[in-house]
Nanobody, 117 residues
């Protein structure tokens, strides 16, 4: 059974930092692109960042570019999202997923990030 488990969320003041982790089990995703998404209350799920299998190619939404950094440790089957200079608008449930072809699969349960002003 494939499972992705996000962790590291919490409550932080504006300008603070958090590091999210996404641990995969049941399958090795070293050869797949991994992505982070978020969903704020009353809003649709939004792409945040993605990283290819080698870690050499990354993508970021304009809203987080320069503040967030995605990375991965294939030996640990884990992807990370370092979030700096957090803003209240970053408040959301953050999800990770694996991209197969053009579609993301195996969504995790999400971890709540709340940024207070």
């Amino acid at each position: 059974q494939v499972q992705l488990v996000e962790s590291g969320g919490g409550l932080v003041q504006a300008g603070g930092s958090l590091r999210l982790s996404c641990a995969a089990s049941g399958r090795t995703f070293s050869s797949y692109t991994m992505g982070w998404f978020r969903q704020a209350p009353g809003k649709e799920r939004e792409f945040v960042a993605a990283i290819n299998w080698s870690g050499g190619i990354t993508y970021y939404a304009d809203s987080v570019k320069g503040r967030f950094t995605i990375s991965r440790d294939n030996a640990k089957n884990t992807v990370y999202l370092q979030m700096n200079s957090l803003k209240p608008e970053d408040t959301a449930v953050y999800y990770c997923a694996v991209r197969v072809g053009e579609v993301y699969h195996y969504w995790g349960q999400g971890t709540q990030v709340t940024v207070s002003s």
